[in-house]
């Protein structure tokens, strides 16, 4: 099995800035695309940022320019840069991944991280 654990969320006023990071640890995988999904209340899960395991990374569009996925492959983890935080990014952010473990295709989710912009 692959864990992932994120850290990084907390409260920020608009325009502040948050990391968010999360680790993937366990044994014998693979990791292919990682990225950052966010839910906010009332609202279904969505796609913020991915990025491949060759680098390809991509957006949604209303955190194009302000926010930055980036990922250690090395250390196994996957990181979220966040600037002009707005208060509509105000959600549950969760790290996902895909890869392979023992040769098996599998989809992990992180238990989520609160991001909280607000004054």
């Known amino acids: 099995q692959v864990q992932l654990v994120e850290s990084g969320g907390g409260l920020v006023h608009p325009g502040g800035s948050l990391r968010l990071s999360c680790a993937a640890s366990?044994?014998?995988?693979?990791?292919?695309?990682m990225a950052w999904y966010r839910q906010a209340p009332g609202k279904q899960r969505e796609l913020v940022a991915k990025?491949?395991?060759?680098?390809?990374?991509n957006y949604l569009d209303s955190v194009t320019g302000r926010f930055t996925i980036s990922r250690d492959n090395a250390k196994n983890m996957v990181y979220l840069q966040m600037n002009s935080l707005k208060p509509e990014d105000t959600a549950v952010y969760f790290c996902?991944?895909?890869?392979?473990?023992?040769?098996?295709?599998?989809?992990?989710w992180g238990q989520g991280t609160q991001v909280t912009v607000s004054s």
């Open positions: 996902n991944v895909w890869g392979y473990i023992n040769s098996t295709f599998r989809i992990w």
């Open positions: 990025v491949t395991s060759g680098g390809t990374t």
């Open positions: 366990g044994r014998f995988f693979t990791l292919n695309s």
